[in-house]
């Protein structure tokens, strides 16, 4: 019996989304950032779903890389946290894995574990972000020891990441990307390096900052990179459609109240749809009475408390709502990012919050 919420994931957007990428950076490689489950999209779905159209993935954690081996991606895969004991060398080395040097001290776990096949390094600068990096003199310090290592590759790479590329009109950007700049040119780096600093907002608002990799995640999967609206909202297909089901259907009077703590109370008689989704599916506890969702072609409104496994919605104006109706959370008709503005984040952290609970469907 297939339940009634599900995420239906369009891979087939996920690949005209990484096409826009390429089309929108020819002169770099992209590699598809598929971080955190695919920014909840699944792992190795999306990752089988690309590996004929990229040069490399991206994650965070190196978990994560092991599960795309043991899923037999081939793709160099970067881990943009890099690994912190000596066995994640030897084993990253073997695999095929590139690890981020972002500090000195994984520099020198790495330098006190030889291992057999030569490993690739991005080292990453701090140029403002003030998270992870390393700043001019231990960029010197890491090139001369990563030059003079046997089982590192010379052939390394340098990074940095943008704090504030989402905001199309903040300096921070241009900024930090001189401050890139000038450091590399600083650095004696005994010959040319490759490069790479943007992430999606900065490769369709920053384009000067396309270099020789660019990391895309979030555009990938069709979720408004920018904090406004922007003309690039038009350009990508989101990538998953997230629903339910009504599963109930009542009338109140005038002041009555909906849902825990009373929170909503109906200022005229109204008709309340209940929906089987919940904070516990990743529907976000924060959305606030007037997100919007969207049944049977028209736009309803979230009203009181979001429940654990449950939401309910107005439907005076959706007269023709019975129960087993589908509801679209967000997707095709409800930008994600609507609802994000709606519970005070952003769509980043909803598609990747969609709970383990819910399954995905591909398409
Ligand atoms: C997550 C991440 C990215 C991808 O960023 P998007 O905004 O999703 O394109 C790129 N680089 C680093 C270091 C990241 O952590």
């Known amino acids: 019996m297939p339940r009634h919420t599900r995420a239906t ?31 909840g999209h699944g792992l190795i779905e999306v990752a089988n779903s690309l590996s004929q159209l990229v040069p490399a993935f991206g994650v965070a954690i190196f978990e994560e890389a092991l599960t795309l081996r043991d899923s037999g991606i081939q793709q160099p895969i970067l881990v943009l946290q890099g690994v912190n004991h000596a066995q994640d060398y030897q084993l990253a080395s073997e695999l095929g894995v590139w690890v981020t040097l972002h500090n000195l001290e994984q520099l020198s776990t790495l330098l006190a574990t030889p291992i057999k096949k030569p490993i690739t390094v991005w080292l990453k600068l701090d140029t403002g972000m003030h998270r992870l990096g390393m700043n001019q003199t231990e960029l010197q310090t890491a090139v001369e020891k990563v030059l003079n290592c046997s089982w590192i590759n010379d052939d390394f790479i340098v990074s940095s990441h943008y704090s504030c590329a989402s905001q199309s009109d903040n300096l921070m950007t241009q900024l930090q990307f001189e401050r890139f700049n000038q450091m590399l040119s600083l650095v004696k780096l005994g010959k040319p390096v490759k490069q790479s600093i943007a992430n999606s907002p900065a490769i369709v608002g920053f384009p000067e900052s396309n270099l020789d990799w660019n990391r895309p995640g979030i555009m990938l999967y069709g979720v408004a990179m920018f904090d406004s609206q922007h003309d690039s909202d038009k350009l990508t297909k989101p990538a998953m459609t997230f629903e339910s089901e009504v599963i109930a259907i009542r009338e109140i009077k005038t002041g009555e109240a909906v849902g825990y703590g ?36 028209k736009v309803a409104k979230l009203v009181g408390c979001v429940s654990m496994d449950l939401i309910t919605i107005d439907i005076s104006l959706n007269t023709q709502v019975k129960i087993g109706d589908r509801v ?35 398409r």
């Not at 990484?18 to 598809?32: D, F, G, H, I, T």
């Not at 109204?270 to 516990?280: M, Q």
């Open 9 to 39: 994931i369009h891979l087939d957007h996920i690949r005209h989304n990484y096409e826009l990428v390429n089309r929108l950076a020819p002169q770099s490689k992209n590699m598809a950032i598929i971080k955190a489950n695919a920014y």
């Open 262 to 297: 009373k929170k909503w109370i109906a200022s005229s008689s109204a008709t309340i749809a209940t929906v089987a989704v919940g904070y516990a599916d990743g529907y976000p506890r924060q959305a606030k009475s007037g997100t919007p969702v969207f049944i049977n072609g």
């Open 328 to 362: 679209e959370l967000w997707g095709e008709n409800i930008p994600v990012s609507t609802v994000a503005e709606h519970a005070d984040t952003i769509g980043y952290d909803l598609v990747s919050g969609v709970s383990q609970r819910v399954p995905r469907e591909y």
